[in-house]
């Protein structure tokens, strides 16, 4: 089966007036289907700019970056809005809703944009919030939720859509540790449906719960590993 992201020498390069910076350098990449993957590195390895890539927000400068087995390096960025609405979902450390809007509106925002019915908008988002155990806090603003709650309700967002990959971005990064366990046993739980997570975490416990594990440093991948994947509650033991 072809892999549903796929990098093929990847470069970006970020110019500042006389100065060249090379943030991804000959990056090659393949990612199956349903797969839990975590990407880690310092500040500065590239990390971001490779989910930036991957997540259709960024465009390669040199290479080429399949998604779903259709070549998108090229793409224009009206496109890439389509390809991100329709193949991509993402979570990020803030949770980015908006106040004073119920919890299912949230979810409902990015189904506006696909031009959905108001029917079908709000079935949708309810299911997504249901799927994330929230479907009793439907009506519920972000101001009377938890921070964990809410995490989920910008998951439930990002699955509205049904992608078929996520990106989360430091999704635990202003969480708890309990309410970190909650949100990456959702993450795990996702990966068993055959949505691929790609994970981006400056934690080394986070990353344990990976099906693998990309350690980046100036812009390349210097480690590619499989590994057994822990349960969120063991690493947080």
Same mark, same amino acid.
Do not use: C, W
């Given at each position: 089966?072809?892999?549903?992201?796929?990098?093929?020498?990847?470069?970006?390069?970020?110019?500042?007036?006389?100065?060249?910076?090379?943030?991804?350098?000959?990056?090659? #990449?393949?990612?199956?289907?349903? /797969?839990? $993957? @975590? &990407?880690?590195? =310092?500040?500065?390895?590239?990390?971001?700019? *490779?989910?930036n890539v991957i997540g259709c927000l960024?465009?390669?400068?040199?290479?080429?970056?399949?998604?779903?087995?259709?070549?998108?390096?090229?793409?224009?960025?009206?496109?890439?809005?389509?390809?991100?609405?329709?193949?991509?979902?993402?979570?990020?450390?803030?949770?980015?809703?908006?106040a004073r809007t119920s919890a299912v509106?949230?979810?409902?925002?990015?189904?506006?944009?696909?031009?959905?019915?108001?029917?079908?908008?709000?079935?949708?988002?309810?299911?997504?919030?249901?799927?994330?155990?929230?479907?009793?806090?439907?009506?519920?603003?972000?101001?009377? #939720?938890?921070?964990?709650?809410? /995490?989920? $309700? @910008? &998951?439930?967002? =990002?699955?509205?859509?049904?992608?078929?990959? *996520?990106?989360?971005?430091?999704?635990?990064?202003?969480?708890?540790?309990?309410?970190?366990?909650?949100?990456?046993?959702?993450?795990?739980?996702?990966?068993?449906?055959?949505?691929?997570?790609?994970?981006?975490?400056?934690?080394?416990?986070?990353?344990?719960?990976?099906?693998?594990?990309?350690?980046?440093?100036?812009?390349?991948?210097?480690?590619?590993?499989?590994?057994?994947?822990?349960?969120?509650?063991?690493?947080?033991?």
């Open positions: 089966m072809e892999p549903v992201v796929r990098l093929v020498d990847v470069e970006r390069v970020y110019r500042l007036g006389e100065v060249e910076l090379k943030a991804l350098a000959g990056v090659s #990449l393949e990612v199956p289907h349903g /797969q839990l $993957v @975590a &990407i880690v590195g =310092a500040s500065g390895s590239g990390k971001s700019t *490779l989910m960024d465009r390669p400068t040199a290479g080429r970056y399949f998604l779903d087995g259709k070549d998108v390096s090229t793409l224009g960025r009206a496109q890439l809005a389509g390809v991100r609405n329709r193949t991509l979902g993402f979570v990020f450390q803030s949770f980015n809703l908006l509106e949230n979810v409902e925002l990015p189904l506006v944009y696909g031009g959905l019915g108001g029917k079908e908008r709000r079935r949708r988002a309810t299911e997504a919030l249901v799927q994330v155990g929230l479907g009793d806090r439907l009506d519920h603003q972000p101001t009377q #939720l938890s921070g964990g709650q809410q /995490q989920r $309700v @910008a &998951i439930a967002r =990002a699955l509205v859509n049904r992608p078929r990959v *996520l990106l989360a971005d430091e999704p635990t990064g202003a969480l708890d540790s309990k309410t970190s366990v909650e949100v990456m046993t959702l993450l795990v739980g996702l990966v068993a449906t055959g949505i691929t997570v790609i994970l981006v975490t400056h934690s080394h416990e986070v990353a344990q719960v990976a099906q693998r594990v990309l350690t980046m440093r100036d812009g390349k991948i210097i480690a590619d590993q499989l590994q057994q994947p822990r349960s969120p509650g063991e690493v947080a033991a």
